[in-house]
T-cell receptor, first 114, second 113 residues
């Protein structure tokens, strides 16, 4: 069964450094998402992406965050200058098309900021 | 953000019996509801969903019930199996909100053999 893949599984970075989290969504999916889960908290929405542009972003997704679909398969989340509070599990998800269809998630990247 | 609430942090059930997981929501704009299952070190796995125009959806051992007037949904697992032990997340979305998912805090289900 097709799945969403995320790399790396664990990223350790010094505070202030830039980090790029990578995702390969399911190939025929059109909508892409990033979520994060801080330890002990709920899974929370960061950003959605469709037709090569951001369709919605949360308050968390400030200027230090950006997303990109550099080619036909990858979908990346960049954090420009990481802070301690960016430490979390980051999940990528994708959805086939319009309407009520489930999002399918990758296994996540655990980001640890030192 | 308390739009989706799962008030039971954990549930313990005997193998073969029914597991009932509950979820409440506050935003009347939500029109699509989903249940995800999550094992440690894995991402959420989609289980079953229901549109707001229905009140029940069934898939094998899993049934989701939606009570719109009470803003309540539940997931029934019958019969429960030890492999069902995981964290279960309720999530909701609205077409008017770009279909982003709003998650509950999750319920840890333990199925004892």
């Amino acid at each position: 069964e097709p799945e969403v893949t995320q790399t790396p599984s664990h990223q350790v970075t010094q505070m202030g450094q830039e980090v790029i989290l990578r995702c390969v969504p399911i190939s025929n999916h059109l909508y892409f998402y990033w979520y994060r889960q801080i330890l002990g908290q709920k899974v929370e929405f960061l950003v959605s992406f469709y037709n090569n542009e951001i369709s919605e972003k949360s308050e968390i997704f400030d200027d230090q965050f950006s997303v990109e679909r550099p080619d036909g398969s990858n979908f990346t989340l960049k954090i420009r200058s990481t802070k301690l509070e960016d430490s979390a599990m980051y999940f990528c998800a994708s959805r086939p098309g319009r309407g009520n269809q489930p999002q399918h998630f990758g296994d996540g990247t655990r980001l640890s900021i030192l | 953000d308390q739009q989706v609430k799962q008030n039971s942090p954990s549930l313990s059930v005997q193998e073969g019996r029914i597991s009932i997981l509950n979820c409440d929501y506050t935003n009347s704009m939500f029109d699509y509801f989903l249940w995800y299952k999550k094992y440690p070190a894995e991402g959420p796995t989609f289980l079953i969903s229901i549109s707001s125009i229905k009140d029940k959806n069934e898939d094998g051992r899993f049934t989701v019930f939606l009570n719109k007037s009470a803003k309540h949904l539940s997931l029934h697992i019958v019969p429960s199996q030890p492999g069902d032990s995981a964290v279960y997340f309720c999530a909701a979305s609205a077409a008017g909100y770009g279909n982003k998912l709003v998650f509950g805090a999750g319920t840890i289900l333990r199925v004892k053999s």
